[in-house]
């Protein structure tokens, strides 16, 4: 089996091999994993270091890395998507935007999230179709942010075999596990929303919802240390009966993660540069053979577990439950068919299948509706370079206060040359 990893220059690339290499193991595991990427010296540092690491750890999983897409995907059973177009300085861009006009410019949620998915959609399609050409019945694997948007493109655009990839369910889960005391198999998570746009409305615990305990606890003054992200006005989730994924905040306490933002002396874009350069320092050392513990502030935790599970799971005949981004395919009727959502997913080597839930409910079906609008037109506008779609998604984004803004904001984006 051989997974090819576009963007393997990535200081994510290494939790990604680590996992691959644990996966290896098995029968019929991973035997060649190819990296790809455009920046030939960087990605020979990551390819060294991972190399290390699969020597240090006896794994017989065959490395290569090359500079040519098409070689790099040749035969490819997967291909994994974790591309930055731009780079971390388009990402400050961004970020730099959405101040100016006293907006959140988060990667993926706002004005950041457009800007990114204009440079990204093109350059996934591309990906791709060469993968179409000299992988065919490849299973693509998208890592990349905004992941929501990109996997509509992908999936509407380029292949229908395709899955989009986020690590926050599982990390959520993994830490409500932790500080409930139990194994995290043994919760079922009601999951319902767009990426970076989830709520969990159910716990199952042994046939039993443990949800409103969670919740109880969560409005304990304080909260649980361990359960990061999730913080509210006293009553507050109480009345919204769910618990929200840690980017909901954007929507929820807009005033507040912007005050966030803009007191930060760094932007995260800036923060991140930081933190790869020390991890590419790392990399080069040839001592180094193991994974860093540097690596875990470079955020994505789990993403190589996710990774692995779901890709697994396509192997495989009795298949896993797991929540990704896929087709709605009338699993939220709001929603048309042809819209990325992030649900629960049957997964099997027949294919991604979403499993049956209750829609959800006026607490929270206008704010997936409106996102899911600009998440939509975003779409339209990167994949055919219109710019009245563009304009039409700042407009309909609830971030975006008013016409006037988001024409503002529009004429930018043009002058930086993103469509």
Known sequence: ??????????????????????????????????????????????????????????????????????????GADFVVIQIRVGGQAGRHQDILLGLKHSLIGQETTGVGGLAKALRTIPAALEIVRIANEVAPGAWVVNFTNPAGMVTEAILNHGT??????????RELQIDIASHLSL???????????????????????????????????LETPGGPANI???????GFLAALGMLPSSYVRY??????????????????????????????????????????????????????????????????????????????????????????????????????????????DERIAGLIQQVKSYESLGVKAAVEKDRDAMLMALNAHPLVPSATVASRVAAEIIERGLI
């Open 1 to 74: 089996m051989k997974i090819a990893v576009v963007g393997g220059g990535s200081t994510y690339t290494p939790e990604l091999v680590e996992g691959i290499a644990t996966w290896a193991l098995e029968p019929g595991g991973p035997t060649h994993l190819t990296l790809v990427d455009v920046d030939e010296a960087r990605q020979d540092v990551v390819a060294g270091f991972t190399r290390r690491m699969l020597a240090h750890s006896g794994s017989s999983v065959v490395l290569e890395a090359t500079m040519d897409l098409r070689a790099g995907l040749q």
């Open 160 to 169: 229908d075999r395709a899955v989009g990839l986020c690590n926050v369910p």
């Open 183 to 217: 194994p995290e198999s043994s919760l079922e998570l009601d999951w319902i929303g767009l990426n970076h746009l989830g709520w969990i409305r159910k716990i199952m615990h042994r046939e039993q919802d443990i949800l409103p305990k969670v919740l109880e606890i």
């Open 228 to 234: 990061p992200e999730i913080s509210y006005p006293k």
């Open 251 to 360: 929507y929820y306490e807009t005033e507040r993660m912007l005050d966030g933002i803009r007191r930060s002396p760094l932007t995260r874009a800036q923060q991140v540069m930081r933190i790869e350069e020390e991890l590419l320092a790392i990399y080069r050392d040839e001592a180094q053979v193991k994974k860093p513990k540097l690596l875990s502030e470079r955020g994505g935790a789990w993403y190589s577990r996710v990774a692995c599970d779901v890709m697994r799971a396509l192997c495989s005949e009795e298949g896993a439950v797991h929540v990704v981004n896929t087709l709605n395919r009338g699993v939220i009727p709001m929603l048309s068919d042809d819209a990325s959502v992030e649900v629960r997913c049957s997964i099997d080597r027949t294919g991604i299948t979403p499993l049956p839930l209750d829609p959800p």
